[in-house]
Structure formats: structure tokens, C-alpha cells
């Protein structure tokens, strides 16, 4: 095939892309700052230019699996499901479950990625009786060294992140834990009917992230979450060690906690990007 | 089909059958369930009583087609009257999917299924380009506005100033409209919403506004004698037609983008349907559950689907029609097997679901015997009934014990209290678990938005006695406790918006809710000096964002630069930097490194930001209403409340709280997303906000809580009106008044008459009879082991006729009756099972149960929900590229 469909499949990628975000962007009433957008749609680009054989392969895209008739240790039936995209190909069938995250943060986070695929794998094999032969994670977002070389504009230094950039994690095939996270899915599924919603712990909050040098749960988890000024363990969280301030200046202390400048940066362009004509808006009100 | 699809079917029958399936999955239908299960060629005219198990059967069938029968999940139309009613019988058909293809190995997906309402399917129809495409090219389909959309749409002053001039109206002819419709009232809101009401009405009837005027000034003696009987007038109704045009005309042009409301895409897809070829083969089978509630459109849209195959199965229920005052035409029930033969030129099987697994026998009986009281005989010496008569409704829980009982015959407040007393002993004595398994009904709770006394009686009877109750209809949203909370607060944040030159009680109401809302607020400061210090510096930070602004716009002045004219840094940045009286927050904004970045990308692009664009910029707050809400959740008055969810105490206030985050959220998405200090040194956003969206969420009494959500907030009685239980069951039912007053047919109802299209129906002097009588029923039906009804007696007192002749000497009184005798409430058994995602549920609760909670359980919306737009854009496209990928190998081979 030519260059020419290489620009064909990109030029499609584009199309779908700005349709996709038109109506995302009707559908939510909100917008992304043009970075972030252009983000997204390098994650596609990229999976195209890095993944070709893997994008061509796949003959089933966006296979919902379910695994029904399970029941918790509490008695209640529920049935399990979960998505993924298979490619088989002379002989050969992959599972992959497409993920927008870090590919480093994935290898550093197996444990998680290894439930779930392996649950999945489960279902295809076992229940379903289909081949399997290998399973993936594939993580869209790039690593640091392709947005430097983006940044730079320099096409080769690009070719060549692009080149070192991993984004498939292979996931191990372990069919002894699958019962042992079934068990554990059960057991979520009691929580969740008995409304047991406690938050996590002060010490998870505390714990620094597989896969980072010093992120910790809170950093990565809590910060992003608007319920966190109403939340007991982040509170405790933030007010230790040995936090002595009075109550308002632990007060100031949460609220005061500002977002990176490029963050809040992007956040003013999108909203001033969504935010209607307000000619329009004094005629009418 | 191809051979491979032939194949899989061939093993499929020789593995399994529908009965074994029934074994594994423990169910054991009827005859007549089993019957209607297995139809599966021709139409199906299937009546089920209430609790008969329609659901189940739904599901079943809709199996049965797809695993026996060789059609395609996408070659099935299911249309559902609610949301939560199709994500529930998808749920269901997805586990027992599952289990077929854990037997056989065969996967089946059912996204190509057409389940879901009406609404929902016309407009999945009108961007189906693959099926519903004349030319196969992607269509976007017009932005659709949903009644509060609706709503503002028409309110807002350049569409109602354009609609009414259109229709030729001279000034401000509020009042002369809503003289049609019977009301003295200058108000525009007034006019608004009796418009509204209309116009979905003569959409749902596919009123031709040339065609209906036309007919008005030509019509004979009947229309003439119509007018008269009902004292209306020629001109009035012909100014509504023209009206009704004009507001058509101002969805097509208005805004921008074409746009569309609920019963107008309705008409899209059924003129879609019309003109693509082949439209009447897409789906072998058309389903439609509670077809006793569908109007006219959607009656014909059905028959049109179903043309081509002749499947068409309607399931529903006629003694439940509720819904005439939207548009329901029971008769597309009572009627359909003539109209079958109308339409499709042949007669439907008749079935009938008779046997009830939800009620007591003494439940069933009652209700029996309540439809009787009236006289359902068509009158004019035509034959039949306005009812199917042939229903024998059996209870399956034979019990001799009494499960009806009745207040003893006294004045409201005594009445109360021994319900009260009675519902106390039900919690005490272990009947139910927990109080939300006592449902108390209603025809109404709220009357011009304001609690019903009625209403008030019974939740203080039961106050009294310790008990909380839940009533999202009851009252206005707004006037929830936390409504109160949360808006005084922004009240005490944002100021008072001016005061608007509006006179009116609704006006006069409104500002005196948000005076006491302000005064609430300032009791919370007053009682946690950490909140009145955070509101003062809110306050304070829009103080100085809104005195940045002023000084910015003088320096522009001075040196004559248009806001309009693109902004150029070189030369403007130092003299904005250096403007009199900028303070040293706002000029890190405008010195910011990343803004500098963005300009001169703009720049390079030949797109250029204007000045006007950078000073709203370099002034905006860097939180918007929602960051706002959740900072003022973490003070302890809120915080409380969260707290007492997360322990499963007391899930009321959290509730409200959800619904408050997503009324802000619509706000955000409407109208404000980021505050800029334009917009405040005028006011404009405190008119925006309190002035506009606030008041007309006040004015049209708004909840969102349209569909009850099922199960209730625990620790909390919820008091329903009937609709808003339709559909559910309960241990308990407290039927708390048993009194709808005849007050004639509705005012649409009358002005609708003279241009329907079809045969009339139930002659309008019996609607309110027919009405009341169906009402109730459903309110009767509700109830699983106890009905209880409250017997009001007394001056000014009255309970419907139907009532004062069954409750007669001997009936079961609350004093005389045994509680001991009854069962005790059993958790939901035979609920379908759940389906919990892996990401979305189990991981998602892992990360933080209490996260889980608040955002997917009560529906919070986050204030900056990036992440997720970001994940859905990229997986979209992803799924775009894999099909296309697929679609160009197959095209290959």
C-alpha cells in the first residue's frame, strides 16, 4: 500500500476526530484548550503511525464481555462486563484493551491490568471456548521524550521518540488469579449494594504511586477530585504531618492549593472557548 | 443470512433451547407469558395487568427472537417509556445473552438494538445513516432541546418578540394570549408555558398550521357549534396556529443551528421513514411497551416500521393510561385491534398477562373492584367500551388476611396521625426495613409550586412521630434545605442582580425566597466564623477582578484601541501591565508565559486574539460556580451531610446536593462556563444567574426528578405523586388523598378538538371521570403487602365516589387491624440481575468507595470533567478508525 493511504487513514483519523469532538462538545456543553485537544488527536495519530499492524488486525473492535449469573458472597446475582478489541490474524488471536494512559504507569501498575484482562480472558476462553494467544495493553499517551520532540518541531528527533516509545504492555496469562478476583469482584459488589462508601485511608492517601518517583495517591487521585474538601481522610491527609495551624489557616491550606499555571491556563481557554456570545447573552436577559 | 450464520444457528438449537434456559436461569412463565414469548409472527396484542410479569416477557421474547429465531440484535425495534426502563431490560438481556454465549460460544452484541424511549429512537433514527440515509452520508441531526431547553428558547426576548411578531402581534400581547387560554395575566412566563403545552400537542398531532388555518376559515356548522358549546373563539385559535408556526420557523433559523424539541423529532424520523426506501423492512420486529400512553405520531411512526413484516407487538396496560395531558391517546391501545386492520390489513393475536405476582389477594380484589364503580359503556348508541373488559385479573399470593385497610372516617389532622401511628409500629415492628419501603401517594403535592396543605398535614403527622420523609415533587426544588443553604451563600458571593422591572406575584415570590435564602446563608456565616471568612474574600476577589477590568478598559480608552482590533503585545502589553489601579494578581495573568506562548501561536496562524478577548481573560476568576459549590460542600454545615450518606444514615440531603451540582452544571454549559469580570462590572451575571436562570427554574416549579429514582434515599418516607410511582411497587402504599376534583377537560385538550385528524375518542365531558379512575388504580396497583388508605371526613372533606361506596361499615379499619398477621418485607428478590463494569464500577470503587459514591451513585457532576471528555474523544475516534480499518480489508477481500 502507498503513502497515499498512509495520508488517506490520517486524513480520515482528522475528519472523525473534529466530528467527534463536535459532538462530544454539544453533548457535554463543555470544550478542551486546543493543546489538550491537539493531544487527543495525536493519541489517535500516534497509535496509527506506531500501531499500524495492530490497527489493521483488529477484526472485532469495542467486544463487550460479560460474565453473568455470578454471585457475591452476600447471595446477590450480578453479572461482570468489561470491552476490549480483538485482532486474529493467521492463527493468531490478541486481546487488547486500549487505555489513555502512561505506558510506564501501566508496567508500574501490572497488578491492576493483570486482573482485569485476565478476567477477560477468562470469559473469552473458559466460557466462550475461543482461542487466545496473547494479551495487551496498549497506552496512548506518549512518553515525555515524544512531547519534547513535538515541542522541538524536529521531524526526525520525532521519528526517533516515536521509535523508542513502548505503548504495548504485554499482560501475562495467569488463570489461578481469576477466581481470586472474581472473589474480590463480588465482595465490591456487596459494598456497593450495602452502601458502604467509607473514603480511602489517611496512609493510602499517603502512599507514593508504583511507577513514580514520589506522586502519592492524594497527588494523583485526591487533587483531581471536587469532593475532597468535604472528605475526612484527605483533610487529615493534608493537615499532617504535624500540621499545627489554626483552623483557618488549615482551611487556607486546602483551598489555597493551586493547580499548575499550565493547567489553570487551560482550563481559561476552554472555558473562554465554550463561553457564549455575550452580546447575545445581554440581549436576551 | 450467511452460511456461517446459518451454522452457528443450527448449533445453537441442537445445544439449547428456550426451555432449558428458563431452568438455568430459574424462571417459570405461564401459559399465557409463555404464549407471548413465543409469538413471533404477525402482530401481538398483549394486555398485562399490573405485577404480571411484563418485563420478564419483554425480555424473553426479545431473546428468543435473537437466539432462536435467526434475527439480528439491530433487526429489533424496542421502545420503552422510560430511560431506566430500557437500560434495565438491556441489562437483562445482556446477562442472559451472556449466558447463551457461555453455552454455545456464540458472542452477541446488542449495540445495533433499537432499545430505549421513543424520543431517544427517533433520534438515534435521524443519524442512522447506514439504515435511515437516503444518501448514506453522515447527518447531524438537529441540536435537540429538552423542555427546560425548550423553555428558555421561546422565553428569551428575541425569540418571543420574533414569534409574536410573525404571528402578527402588535406590542406586548402577553396578556391577549393568555386570554385563550382562560388566564388573566400580563406574564410572559405565563404565556410561555401555556404556548408550550399547546404547540407539543399539535406536534404530537401533526398539525399543519396552513392546513388547520385554512380549515378555520373555512369550516362548516360543527366547528361553529364546537366553538360555542366550549365558549372559544375563531380568532384566538387561529392566532395559536400562526403562533405554533412561528415558533417552528424560529428552531429552524434561531441560533445558529437547526434545532428540534421532543415531539418535533418525532415527526423527523417518521418523515424519514416515510421517504427512504426500504424503512418498513429495517427491524423484523417492532415492540412497544405501555403503548397505552403513545400519541398519535408515534402510533403512526409504529405501524410505518412495522409495514413492511407485520410484527408489531404492543404490551401495556389501558386502566394505566396516565398520560393524556401529554399527548396519550388511549384508544391507540383500547382501538388497536382495529387499527391493526387498518394499517396492516390483518388481525393481531390477542394475549392477556392475568396473573399478579406482586400483590396480596385482597390488594388485587380491591383494585378489581374499584374499576367496576364505573360505567365504561361507549355512549351515542355505539357499541363496545372505552376500557378491555375481558380482563380477569388472579392474584398469585391467595391469602385470606386483610391487606387493605382504611383510616377510620375522621378530619384530616386525626387521619394523619393514626396513619402516622400505624407507620411508626410498620418500622418498629420490623414490616419493612427501612422507611423508604413506605411509599406515600399522591394526586398531587404542589399546587403553583407551593406544597399542597394536604401534603404538609400528612409530613408533619408523620414528623411528629420521628419520621423524616423524602419529596423531590413536593414544593419547589428550590425550596429543599440545601437549596436554601447553597444560594444564600451565593447570594452573600455574588450580590443581589438589580432589580428588574417586573411587577407580579410570581416576581414578588421569587425575591423573597432569595431573601430568605440570603438570610439562611448569613446564618451560616454567622455560625462558622472559617465560611464567613471565605465568602467575604470570594467576594472581596470579584471586587478587585471587576475593579482590574475598569482600570484595563481606561487604558484601552486612553490610547483609542478597539476591543474588537487584535491584540498585539509589543505594543499594548507594558500599558495594560502598567494600568493605574491593576492590581498584582491580575497582572500575573497578563504576564503570564503560557498566554504569551498561545497569543503569538495565534498570531502565526492569522487568527489573532482581539484585546477585548485578552482583558476578559487577564480578569477571569479561576473558579467557576461548580468549584465554587464543592468548596462551600467542605465547611461542616455540608460536609454533615456527607458524612451522613457515607454512613448510610440519611441519604436526603446528599440527593438534593447531586441535583443542585447539576442544575449549576447546566448553567455553566448554557450560559456562564468561566466568570469573566465583564461580566460582573455591569451586573450581568448576577442577572444571568438569579435574574434569569434561577427565577425561571423557580417560576416553573422545576425538578429534574421527572423519572422517580428507584430505589429511594434510605432513612427517608417519599412521598409520590401517582405518575411519578408509575411503574414501581412497594411493601407499603399509603394512599394519602383519595380525592381528584372533576374540573372539566383540559384547556389544550378543548383547543386541540377542532383540529384532530382522527376519530376523536372518549367524548371530552368523561375525560376527568375516565382520568381519575385510572389514576387511582395505578395508585393501588403500587402496593405489595399493605394498602393503606386515609378515609377523610368532615367539613370541606371529600374522597372520590368509587371510594365512598367500597369503604363502606364493614371495611378493614387501621384501629381494628392485626398487625402480626402481616408478612414482613422481603428485600427485592426478583429484581434482574445487575450489571457492574470492570472500569467503570469495580475499578472505579476501588480507587475511592466514597468517590464512587458521590459522583456515579447521587450523580454530582465535576466541576472539570476534562479527563473524561478527553478519554471519550480518543476512544471514539479509535472505534471510528478500527471500523474504518475493517470496513476498507472487507471491501478489500
Not at chain 2, 438569579?690 to 430505589?711: I, N
Amino acid at each position: 500500500m502507498s503513502e497515499n493511504y498512509e495520508q488517506e487513514i490520517e486524513t480520515f483519523i482528522q475528519q472523525v476526530f473534529e466530528q467527534n469532538y463536535e459532538e462530544l462538545r454539544l453533548e457535554s456543553g463543555q470544550a478542551v484548550a486546543p493543546d489538550v485537544r491537539q493531544t487527543a488527536l495525536n493519541q489517535v495519530l500516534f497509535y496509527w503511525r506506531k500501531l499500524r499492524a495492530i490497527a489493521e488486525g483488529v477484526t472485532d473492535t469495542e467486544v463487550h464481555l460479560s460474565l453473568p449469573q455470578q454471585e457475591t458472597p452476600g447471595g446477590r446475582e450480578y453479572a461482570i462486563e468489561g470491552v476490549v478489541d480483538i485482532l486474529r490474524e493467521a492463527g493468531r488471536t490478541v486481546m487488547y484493551d486500549i487505555k489513555t494512559h502512561d505506558a510506564d504507569y501501566a508496567r508500574a501498575n501490572l497488578k491492576f491490568y493483570e486482573q482485569q484482562l485476565n478476567v477477560y480472558a477468562h470469559i473469552w476462553q473458559e466460557l466462550r471456548q475461543q482461542e487466545l494467544d496473547e494479551m495487551a495493553v496498549i497506552a496512548t499517551d506518549y512518553p515525555e521524550a515524544v512531547k519534547e520532540a513535538l515541542a522541538s518541531g524536529d521531524l526526525a528527533h520525532l521519528a526517533y521518540a516515536l521509535d523508542q516509545w513502548e505503548p504495548v504492555v504485554p499482560i501475562a496469562y495467569d488463570p489461578h488469579r481469576v477466581q481470586a478476583t472474581i472473589a474480590e469482584f463480588g465482595a465490591v459488589v456487596d459494598c456497593i449494594e450495602e452502601n458502604r462508601f467509607n473514603p480511602r485511608s489517611v496512609q493510602d492517601l499517603n502512599t507514593v504511586l508504583p511507577g513514580t518517583r514520589s506522586i502519592r495517591f492524594a497527588t494523583r487521585v485526591c487533587r483531581n477530585c471536587d469532593a475532597r474538601y468535604s472528605c475526612a481522610a484527605y483533610r487529615q491527609y493534608a493537615w499532617q504531618p504535624g500540621y499545627r495551624g489554626v483552623a483557618e489557616s488549615k482551611l487556607r491550606h486546602i483551598y489555597g492549593e493551586e493547580l499548575a499555571d499550565a493547567v489553570q491556563e487551560q482550563w481559561r481557554t476552554a472555558g473562554l472557548d465554550a463561553a457564549p456570545d455575550d452580546s447575545g447573552l445581554r440581549a436576551d436577559y | 443470512m450467511t452460511d456461517f450464520q446459518q451454522h452457528l444457528q443450527i448449533i445453537t438449537r441442537r445445544v439449547l433451547s428456550l426451555e432449558r434456559l428458563w431452568e438455568l436461569a430459574r424462571f417459570q412463565p405461564n401459559d399465557a407469558q409463555r404464549e407471548a414469548i413465543i409469538h413471533v409472527d404477525g402482530p401481538l396484542y398483549l394486555t398485562a395487568g399490573p405485577g404480571s410479569g411484563k418485563t420478564r416477557v419483554l425480555l424473553w421474547r426479545a431473546l428468543n427472537l435473537i437466539v432462536f429465531h435467526e434475527v439480528l440484535p439491530g433487526e429489533v425495534f424496542l421502545s420503552t417509556f422510560t430511560e431506566k426502563a430500557a437500560h434495565q431490560l438491556q441489562e437483562g438481556l445482556q446477562s442472559l445473552l451472556g449466558l447463551v454465549t457461555n453455552l454455545t460460544g456464540r458472542p452477541y452484541d446488542l449495540t445495533p438494538m433499537y432499545i430505549g424511549t421513543v424520543h431517544s429512537l427517533c433520534r438515534r433514527m435521524l443519524s442512522d445513516r447506514r439504515r435511515f440515509s437516503v444518501d448514506r452520508q453522515r447527518h447531524r441531526p438537529p441540536t435537540l432541546l429538552d423542555e427546560l431547553d425548550q423553555y428558555f428558547h421561546l422565553a428569551r426576548n428575541r425569540t418571543w418578540t420574533e414569534v409574536r411578531q410573525c404571528a402578527g402581534l402588535e406590542g406586548d400581547a402577553n396578556g391577549i394570549i393568555n386570554g385563550i387560554f382562560g388566564v388573566r395575566s400580563e406574564s410572559r412566563h405565563v404565556a410561555v408555558t401555556n404556548c408550550l403545552a399547546l404547540f407539543n400537542r399539535f406536534s404530537e398531532e401533526c398539525l399543519d398550521s396552513d392546513h388547520a388555518l385554512y380549515r378555520l376559515d373555512n369550516d362548516a356548522s360543527s366547528l361553529r357549534n364546537y366553538l360555542q358549546t366550549w365558549n372559544l373563539d375563531r380568532e384566538g385559535l387561529s392566532l395559536l396556529v400562526r403562533l405554533y408556526a412561528a415558533y417552528r420557523e424560529s428552531l429552524r433559523t434561531g441560533n445558529g443551528v437547526e434545532q428540534t424539541d421532543f415531539a418535533l423529532s418525532q415527526q423527523e424520523a417518521y418523515r424519514i421513514v416515510e421517504t427512504c426506501t426500504g424503512s418498513d423492512q429495517v427491524f423484523r420486529h417492532v415492540i412497544v411497551d405501555e403503548y397505552q400512553d403513545t400519541n398519535t405520531i408515534q402510533e403512526r411512526l409504529f405501524f410505518k416500521l412495522a409495514a413492511g413484516t407485520g410484527n408489531l407487538c404492543v404490551v401495556g396496560d389501558d386502566d394505566q393510561a396516565l398520560y393524556r395531558f401529554r399527548g396519550a391517546t388511549v384508544e391507540n391501545f383500547v382501538e388497536f385491534p382495529a387499527r391493526c386492520h387498518t394499517y396492516l390489513g390483518r388481525a393481531p393475536r390477542r394475549l392477556s398477562l392475568e396473573i399478579n405476582y406482586r400483590s396480596q389477594e385482597r390488594i388485587v380484589d380491591f383494585y378489581t373492584a374499584f374499576m367496576q364503580q364505573a360505567n365504561w359503556a361507549k355512549s351515542d348508541g355505539q357499541d363496545g367500551f372505552y376500557r378491555v373488559m375481558d380482563k380477569d385479573l388472579v392474584a398469585h399470593r391467595q391469602s385470606p388476611l386483610p391487606a387493605v385497610v382504611a383510616s377510620t372516617p375522621a378530619e384530616p389532622t386525626d387521619v394523619c396521625a393514626e396513619i402516622a401511628t400505624l407507620v411508626r409500629r410498620l418500622l418498629d415492628e420490623g414490616k419493612v426495613g427501612d422507611p423508604n419501603q413506605i411509599a406515600f401517594l399522591f394526586p398531587s403535592l404542589k399546587y403553583r409550586g407551593a406544597m399542597l396543605d394536604s401534603v404538609r398535614r400528612v409530613k408533619e403527622a408523620l414528623e411528629a412521630v420521628g419520621l423524616r420523609v423524602y419529596a423531590p415533587r413536593a414544593g419547589r426544588f428550590l425550596e429543599v434545605d440545601e437549596a436554601y443553604d447553597l444560594i444564600g451563600l451565593f447570594v452573600h458571593i455574588f450580590g443581589y442582580p438589580p432589580r428588574a422591572d417586573l411587577r407580579g406575584h410570581d416576581y414578588q415570590a421569587y425575591m423573597e425566597w432569595l431573601q430568605s435564602a440570603e438570610a439562611q446563608g448569613e446564618a451560616l456565616m454567622h455560625s462558622d466564623p472559617l465560611l464567613d471568612g471565605y465568602v467575604k474574600e470570594r467576594r472581596a476577589e470579584l471586587v478587585r477582578v471587576a475593579q482590574d477590568y475598569r482600570a484595563l478598559l481606561r487604558t484601552a480608552e486612553s490610547h483609542h484601541w478597539d476591543l474588537r482590533a487584535p491584540y498585539d503585545p509589543d505594543r499594548m502589553k507594558r500599558p495594560l501591565y502598567n494600568a493605574h489601579g491593576y492590581s498584582d494578581e491580575g497582572k500575573r495573568l497578563l504576564a503570564s508565559t503560557y498566554l504569551d506562548r498561545v497569543v503569538r501561536e495565534r498570531t502565526a496562524k492569522g487568527q489573532p486574539f482581539t484585546l477585548g478577548y485578552i482583558l476578559k481573560r487577564v480578569t477571569s476568576i479561576d473558579w467557576n460556580v461548580l468549584d465554587l459549590f464543592y468548596r462551600l460542600c467542605g465547611f461542616e454545615h455540608f460536609k454533615r451531610m456527607f458524612d451522613l450518606a457515607e454512613r448510610a444514615e440519611d441519604e436526603g440531603p446528599v440527593t438534593n446536593l447531586g441535583l443542585i451540582s447539576q442544575y449549576l452544571a447546566r448553567f455553566m454549559e448554557q450560559r456562564v462556563p468561566i466568570i469573566t469580570a465583564d461580566l460582573l462590572v455591569d451586573k450581568l451575571f448576577q442577572k444571568l444567574f438569579f435574574g434569569s436562570y434561577l427565577f425561571a427554574l423557580y417560576r416553573r416549579g422545576e425538578t429534574e426528578m421527572e423519572d422517580a429514582d428507584d430505589p429511594f434515599p434510605k432513612g427517608r418516607i417519599p412521598f409520590l405523586t401517582i405518575h411519578q410511582a408509575k411503574g414501581l411497587e412497594f411493601p407499603v402504599v399509603v394512599l394519602a388523598n383519595p380525592r381528584k376534583d372533576d374540573r372539566g377537560p383540559q384547556r389544550v385538550e378543548l383547543l386541540m378538538r377542532p383540529f384532530l385528524e382522527r376519530e376523536p375518542g372518549e367524548p371530552l365531558e368523561r375525560l376527568a371521570e375516565f382520568d381519575m379512575m385510572r389514576m387511582f388504580y395505578v395508585a393501588l396497583s403500587r402496593a405489595k403487602n399493605l394498602l393503606v388508605i386515609a378515609h377523610y371526613k368532615g367539613k370541606g372533606q371529600r374522597i372520590n365516589a368509587p371510594f365512598i361506596t367500597l369503604l363502606d361499615a364493614g371495611f378493614p379499619r387501621i384501629p381494628t387491624f392485626n398487625l402480626n398477621a402481616l408478612p414482613a418485607a422481603q428485600e427485592k428478590d426478583e429484581a434482574l440481575p445487575k450489571i457492574y463494569s470492570f472500569t467503570a464500577d469495580y475499578l472505579t470503587y476501588k480507587k475511592c468507595p466514597r468517590q464512587y459514591m458521590i459522583f456515579r451513585g447521587f450523580g454530582f457532576v465535576p466541576a472539570r470533567s476534562q479527563t473524561m471528555f478527553f478519554g471519550s474523544l480518543v476512544h471514539r475516534t479509535l472505534e471510528d478508525l478500527h471500523h474504518e480499518l475493517i470496513r476498507r480489508r472487507e471491501s478489500h477481500e
